[in-house]
């Protein structure tokens, strides 16, 4: 046998448009072949074991500063071109490391309050109601258009206190900004930094805007939490633009993606559908499961701040890591029959919302959404199937976000 063949390393390419639409076969090849990969044409290093990614997230060595992600992401092309993109994500609390980290997520926590928490379920409730109110007698819907793509942002809007004009302007923009934050892949990367950049732009105007009407009025909306909490620990108000926008793009970007794949993967599984039509008790299990079985946030990234080993790999300082977590929710070792669909299954040990100390801060509030959209949604629709005519067309555009174009069903 030629030597330099049996030499030659295997390339997984994990950013083909294959293993986009659907990763879990490579992912399986990897944790068995090349736990820790690095991944060549993505300049970064690839962990898909449950225990070394649980490891990465609780890791201090591994910093959330995503400063050589960007670079990289950009090659050639000048930093400049995003410079206001830069800006904003110097606040952003999932881009920082302690101190700063900790101090600006305990104040974000003062927009969770327990009050607030309250008002959150009636306005939920409401919202999921008026949008299946428009399309109930249609017999049929798209999921993404007619559900996931308005519900947590009209929420989060809510929440915010931002009106409906505003809240179509900076969907848009979150989406802008969130395609570049995941690493897009096979798209036009100057359009999508440039992209970002506008919507960063704009996004932050926005919130200045509304922070100066507060200074005047203030409320009981996040901002006005936010402002308060600010004055009152007399730190710097310029931060709050950055917060904002992380909290009001990630209460959106995400749950859009989990509602298709929550839809998708109960009506691949009838058996497990009609369970929970029949025990509508276990909904609390089945949206972990959900978020266990087609995570929309497979993918978190990560930088080493200095040389560290995992596996028997030596990860040079500098190097970026991007942490399988969707991978590590389908890891045998962890879960029994990770391939199967179970809604009975106890699997709140999924990454789905990270660990440690970036853990998801919404994320009592994406699983109130989620629990009252599926109980809603099954109760109101319960012959829910997919639409034959019109397939679903996952979306496949970014590493780090996994959800659908489009999901159209009847019932
Ligand atoms: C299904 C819905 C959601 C999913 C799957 C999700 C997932 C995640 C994940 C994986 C992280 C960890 C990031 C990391 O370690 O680098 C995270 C962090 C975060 N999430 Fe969520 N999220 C969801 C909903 C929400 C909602 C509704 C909000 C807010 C209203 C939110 C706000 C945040 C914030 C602010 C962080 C950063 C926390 C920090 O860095 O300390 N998320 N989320």
């Known amino acids: 046998m030629n030597m330099s063949l049996t030499q030659q390393k295997q390339v997984y390419d994990i950013l083909s448009p294959e293993a986009l639409l659907n990763p879990y076969p490579l992912y399986n090849q990897l944790r068995?072949?090349?736990?820790?990969?690095?991944?060549?044409?993505?300049?970064?290093?690839?962990?898909?074991?449950?225990?070394?990614?649980?490891?990465?997230?609780?890791?201090?060595?591994?910093s959330s500063d995503k400063a050589v992600l960007y670079k990289s992401q950009l090659g050639n092309l000048d930093i400049n071109l995003i410079k206001n993109y830069i800006q904003l994500?110097?606040?952003?609390?999932?881009?920082?490391?302690?101190?700063?980290?900790?101090?600006?997520?305990?104040?974000?926590?003062?927009?969770?309050?327990v009050s607030a928490l309250e008002n959150w379920r009636s306005i939920i409730q409401e919202t999921t109601d008026s949008l299946l109110d428009k399309v109930q007698h249609f017999g049929g819907m798209d999921i993404v258009a007619d559900l996931s793509s308005q519900l947590p942002s009209i929420i989060i809007a809510k929440i915010?206190?931002?009106?409906?004009?505003?809240?179509?302007?900076?969907?848009?923009?979150?989406?802008?900004?969130?395609?570049?934050?995941?690493?897009?892949?096979?798209?036009?990367i100057e359009e999508a930094a440039r992209k970002a950049d506008i919507g960063a732009m704009c996004f932050t105007e926005l919130i200045?805007?509304?922070?100066?009407?507060?200074?005047?009025?203030r409320g009981?909306?996040?901002?006005?939490?936010?402002?308060?909490?600010?004055?009152?620990?007399?730190?710097?108000?310029?931060?709050?633009?950055?917060?904002?926008?992380?909290?009001?793009?990630?209460?959106?970007?995400?749950?859009i993606d989990l509602i298709p794949n929550g839809v998708n993967a109960l009506?691949?599984?009838?058996s497990q559908l009609l369970q929970l039509k029949e025990k509508p008790e276990l909904i609390n299990f089945a949206i972990e499961e959900m978020i266990r079985f087609d995570a929309p946030v497979p993918v978190l990234f990560r930088t080493a701040a200095s040389d560290l080993i995992i596996g028997?790999?030596?990860?040079?300082?500098?190097?970026?890591?991007?942490?399988?977590?969707?991978?590590?929710?389908?890891?045998?070792?962890?879960?029994?029959?990770?391939?199967?669909?179970?809604?009975?299954?106890?699997?709140?040990?999924?990454?789905?919302?990270?660990?440690?100390?970036?853990?998801?801060?919404?994320?009592?509030l994406a699983r109130m959404e989620l629990t009252i959209c599926f109980d809603t949604l099954l109760k109101r629709m319960p012959n829910i199937s997919f639409d034959p005519d019109r397939p679903a067309v996952p979306k496949r555009k970014s590493f780090s976000f996994n959800g659908f174009e489009s999901l159209d069903v009847k019932f």
Request: charged letters at 20%; proline letters at 5%.
């Open 160 to 188: 915010f206190g931002v009106a409906e004009e505003d809240r179509l302007n900076f969907t848009e923009w979150g989406t802008d900004i969130a395609t570049f934050w995941g690493s897009p892949s096979g798209i036009d």
């Open 220 to 255: 009981t909306d996040m901002i006005s939490l936010l402002m308060t909490a600010y004055e009152e620990n007399e730190m710097d108000l310029d931060e709050i633009p950055g917060l904002c926008v992380l909290i009001l793009n990630a209460g959106h970007v995400t749950t």
């Open 267 to 270: 009506l691949n599984h009838p």
């Open 312 to 364: 028997n790999t030596l990860i040079k300082a500098g190097s970026v890591v991007a942490l399988g977590t969707g991978s590590a929710n389908h890891d045998p070792e962890k879960f029994e029959s990770p391939e199967v669909f179970d809604i009975t299954r106890n699997s709140t040990e999924h990454f789905g919302f990270g660990k440690g100390i970036h853990f998801c801060l919404g994320a009592v």
């Open 89 to 113: 994500t110097n606040n952003w609390i999932v881009d920082l490391d302690p101190p700063k980290h900790t101090r600006m997520r305990k104040l974000a926590f003062s927009g969770f309050t």
């Open 32 to 62: 068995l072949q090349e736990p820790v990969y690095f991944y060549e044409p993505g300049g970064f290093w690839f962990l898909s074991r449950y225990q070394d990614v649980e490891s990465a997230l609780l890791d201090p060595r591994l």
């Open 208 to 217: 200045k805007r509304i922070m100066s009407e507060r200074r005047l009025n």
